[in-house]
């Protein structure tokens, strides 16, 4: 039980951590007003790969969480003001936040002292002075925890790709970004034909695994850079970056004849599903949500065109 802790043991390990941390590196908001203290530890997690901004006014709080968005937050105890714990309730008051873990970072070693914080709002009691591996790992566990639990929220239990709120987000940043530099994006509506009558000739499993498929279908053939989310029951919602509306025709039409040669299984006997779907692309004209719109306005002009189309 009091094994003692071998250090090159743990550092191997943490290396181990910073090479899958795949993707974004963390976002960890510092709020010390100790200006020195909090640059060094800022230092020290910016080495180990996380993306860091230091906060010393209490009082902008909210414009930070708003901006940066944190995954973690690290918070000092002793602040003119306002303390952490205040701090803290105020953060857990507000449900976009309350997921953001909070660990105390203070010189304060009376364990009541202690308690009494964490029993107010926060996670975690870390101790200053504190060693540069047990802050990277201190923060690390939290952020990766945060990261995985946000990540499985936003996930459709059926499909596994990103829910409505998530997609519909996604697609608003992506197009943003491209509307700003002047690159090319589309999105895309797509939704399945005539699919209550599945449900009520092959009953609702059936449609289950239709849905499933053809969502597995999309995660193939769609790039790594492209987003996709279940936007309603047999909606889906994608945005492709760097893709003209043409092209990205192209692509959702292999996909619109490889879903129509899928068979399906079922009470009902074999059967077989087709898709419509509807693109816009970005011009200097248009808002995002404008161009959601529009890919919804050639998604109903495919419906009404006979359906098992792709319009533009
Ligand atoms: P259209 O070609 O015009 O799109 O006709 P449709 O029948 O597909 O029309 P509509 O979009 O109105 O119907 C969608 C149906 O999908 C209604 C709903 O019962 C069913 N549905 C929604 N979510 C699910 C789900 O998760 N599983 C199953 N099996 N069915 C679902
Ligand atoms: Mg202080
Ligand atoms: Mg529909
Ligand atoms: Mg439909």
Redesign the pocket.
């Known amino acids: 039980f009091a094994k003692p802790v071998d250090i090159p043991q743990l550092e191997s390990r943490l290396e181990r951590c910073f090479a899958q941390q795949s993707g974004e590196p963390y976002r960890v908001l510092i709020v010390d007003d100790d200006r020195d203290l909090a640059s060094r530890y800022s230092l020290v997690l910016r080495d180990a790969g996380m993306l860091v901004e230091i906060l010393q006014d209490p009082a902008q709080i909210f414009d930070h969480l708003r901006d940066f968005n944190p995954e973690v937050v690290l918070l000092d105890v002793n602040m003119p003001y306002c303390t952490g714990p205040e701090l803290a309730q105020i953060i857990r008051c507000n449900d976009d936040w309350l997921r953001i873990p909070i660990i105390y970072l203070s010189a304060e070693t009376d364990i009541a002292k202690q308690m009494n914080a964490l029993i107010k709002a926060g996670d975690d009691f870390v101790t200053k002075p504190i060693s540069d591996n047990a802050l990277v790992a201190a923060v690390f566990s939290r952020a990766q925890r945060a990261r995985l639990l946000s990540d499985a929220l936003s996930r459709d239990s ?1 499909t596994g790709l990103l829910k409505h709120g998530d997609i519909k987000e996604q697609v608003a940043i992506e197009l943003e970004r491209a509307l700003r530099t002047g690159d090319r994006a589309s999105v895309v509506m797509l ?9 009520d000739e092959h009953g ?5 695994n ?2 499933r498929a053809l969502a597995n279908l999309l995660r193939q053939r769609l790039r790594r850079v492209d987003s996709l989310g279940r936007y ?4 889906f919602l994608a945005v492709l970056p760097d893709c003209t509306p043409q092209q990205a025709k192209q692509i959702i039409d292999e996909i619109r004849e490889r879903f129509a040669e899928l068979r399906f299984i079922a009470d009902g006997g074999e059967f077989s599903c087709t898709l ?1 779907a509807g693109i816009a692309g970005t011009d200097v004209h248009s808002q995002a949500e404008q161009l959601r719109e529009r890919a919804d306005k050639a998604l109903y002009a495919a ?1 009404h065109g006979g ?1 098992n189309q792709v319009r533009v």
């Open positions: 059926l939704d399945i034909d005539h699919f209550k009558r599945v449900n609702h499993a059936a449609g289950d239709v849905i309603g029951g047999e909606e419509s419906k359906r």
